[in-house]
């Protein structure tokens, strides 16, 4: 009886290490080109947010503290510079600086992206209590009327002498 041949493990083990890490750098460059094409969009939106910080700056009335404008201007000032990053370099010198100033600064990097988060979060739900779909609105508007306790909806036009 003849045994099939083996083939070495070492050498498999080398061809999967391989593919797998040739999945991995196509992965990578896939997602580093989806940033670069879509961080014109982001640098717009980060100009617009610095421009809005600017404008409620210069609109703080004369009794407003001094340290609160500064902090709004240096904030939009801040926000502007990142506009500018995102527009001059690629997403992997941005990644490279951000994993820098991640392991200079742990515990500013941490405030960040905890405010990062806040003010996503913030967003999504002032944007989600926007939208509501027309089938949502048609229905309030002329949808049934419930009242607490009630399992069936009450009608609001009875014809006179009728008991409601």
């Known amino acids: 009886m003849q045994q099939p041949p083996t083939e070495d493990p070492g050498a498999v083990g080398s061809e999967l290490r391989a593919d797998a890490q040739h999945m991995g750098t196509s992965a990578a460059n896939f997602l580093h080109g989806e940033a670069d094409t879509r961080k014109g969009a982001a640098a717009e939106q980060a100009r617009s947010a610095s421009s809005a910080i600017q404008r409620v700056a210069g609109e703080l009335d004369e009794g407003a503290p001094a340290w609160l404008k500064a902090t709004f201007q240096q904030s ?10 995102l527009e001059q370099k690629d997403s992997r010198q941005l990644l490279n600086e951000v994993q820098t100033f991640a392991r200079e600064r742990p515990g500013a990097f941490l405030g960040a992206c905890a405010a990062a988060g806040f003010a996503a979060a913030r967003i999504f739900k002032a944007g989600g209590e926007n939208t509501s779909s027309p089938n949502q609105q048609s229905n309030q508007a002329s949808g049934p009327n419930y009242s607490a306790g009630d399992a069936e909806p009450q009608s609001h036009s009875s014809a006179p002498g009728e008991l409601v």
């Not at 801040?78 to 500018?84: E, H, N, R, W, Y």
């Open 76 to 85: 939009a000032d801040q926000i502007q510079k990142f506009a500018d990053a």
